[in-house]
Structures are given as structure tokens and as C-alpha cells.
């Protein structure tokens, strides 16, 4: 599916670090992540929570990323929805398979949970 509108996002994964004790190659590196433009996407507002107790006060974004289907995201990765400086959102769930019709082969696009914790 294509949307007229959308615009590009961008997927940031953590970079490969070696992992100390274990001596296998793991993500973990966030000072130089893999950056991969998502073309023709968008991220839409689903809801926002404020969260507070007596020492500091938290917001909590939801939204969503709408993009193609067959589009690589895993949890962990993150989003940045715009250029250097906008808001980056991460995937904390596991996102919903990339279902393919068995019969004319579309894979239609895929809504991604996203969130964001400011405070």
C-alpha cells in the first residue's frame, strides 16, 4: 500500500558490540546506531499518559509507525520520525508479522507500536 502523504522516518538499530562475557558479537552499541530510511511512512498519535508521584513528573507517548509490511523493524530498534533532532520513539514489544495472501502474495502495511518517555 502507498501512502500519498507519508513521509520518511527513519529505523535506527543499535550498532554490534562484543559482549565481555560471553565473547559473541551482540547490538548494544547506541553511540553509532545503523540508520535506514522507511520512504512513504508515517507516525501517527495513538495516546499520552501523564505519570507523576512526589519527587518528578513523566510523560508517556504512544504512537504508532504505519509502514510497508515487509519493512525490517525488530523490537529494540528505534524511530525517528523526521530529521536530525526529532523525536525518536523506541519498539518495545514485539512488532506484528509482515502476513503475506497466500494467494495474490500482498503483504499489506503493518502498524508498529511506538513510545516515548519524556522526564
Same mark, same amino acid.
Given at each position: ?15 554490534? !558490540? +562484543?559482549?565481555? !562475557?560471553?565473547? +559473541?558479537? !551482540? ?42 509490511? %515487509? ?35 500482498? %503483504? ?12
Amino acid at each position: 500500500m502507498h501512502f500519498p502523504h507519508g513521509h520518511t522516518v527513519y529505523r535506527l538499530r543499535a550498532g554490534i !558490540v +562484543r559482549d565481555r !562475557v560471553t565473547n +559473541r558479537e !551482540v547490538r548494544g552499541d547506541w553511540t553509532n546506531p545503523d540508520v535506514l530510511p522507511i520512504e512513504g511512512a508515517f507516525v501517527a498519535q495513538t495516546s499520552t499518559a501523564l505519570l507523576g508521584d512526589a519527587t518528578r513528573e513523566q510523560a508517556v507517548e504512544a504512537k504508532s509507525l504505519f509502514c510497508d509490511g %515487509t519493512f525490517n523493524v525488530q523490537k529494540g530498534d528505534r524511530i525517528r520520525d523526521g530529521a536530525d533532532g526529532a523525536p525518536i520513539y523506541s519498539i518495545d514489544g514485539i512488532p506484528p508479522a509482515a502476513d503475506t495472501n497466500p494467494f495474490t502474495g500482498w %503483504t499489506p502495511p503493518r502498524e508498529i507500536p511506538l513510545t516515548r518517555a519524556v522526564g
